[in-house]
């Protein structure tokens, strides 16, 4: 298996599932990508959207855990898959993108939890 591979998705396609369990995350090539998460109720929650250079589904490969939100795609996508391998190698030959990543976890935490303080004072 290929460390990096390309993948399309079609609007309304779901990419994956809170509650996966997968060692891979991705980067947009193109198309639009929702992030979201169901509340107690059953409500989508959306916690992100996510455009072309972004990437997300790390979590679940950092930590080797459970996926923590669902991704679907928005609008038709491309996008590539990269393995725990693929990962690895980026962060070794590449640390502007690994910087550029830590940025990118900083601001989504932000934005979650802006959403979460938000969704609590709706109550």
């Known amino acids: ?3 990096i591979t390309k993948e399309s998705f ?3 396609d779901f990419i994956f599932f809170e509650g996966d369990i997968e060692a891979h995350f991705y980067i947009i090539e193109s198309g639009t990508v929702k992030i979201f ?3 107690k109720t059953g409500e989508k929650v959306e916690l992100a959207k996510l455009n072309p250079g972004e ?3 790390e979590f679940a490969l950092i930590d ?3 996926r923590t939100a669902s991704a679907q795609a928005e609008t038709d996508c491309k996008l590539m898959k990269i393995s ?3 990962y690895n190698i980026m962060l070794n030959d590449l640390p502007l ?3 550029s990543m830590l940025e990118s976890f900083s601001s989504r935490l932000k934005s979650m939890n802006t959403t979460l303080k ?3 004072a709706k109550k």
Do not use: D, H, P
Request: hydrophobic letters at 30%.
């Open 1 to 3: 298996m290929s460390s």
């Open 10 to 12: 079609k609007a309304g």
């Open 37 to 39: 998460s169901k509340n």
């Open 55 to 57: 990437t997300f589904g």
């Open 64 to 66: 080797k855990g459970a």
């Open 84 to 86: 725990e391998e693929g």
């Open 97 to 99: 993108w690994a910087s």
């Open 118 to 120: 938000e969704f609590k």
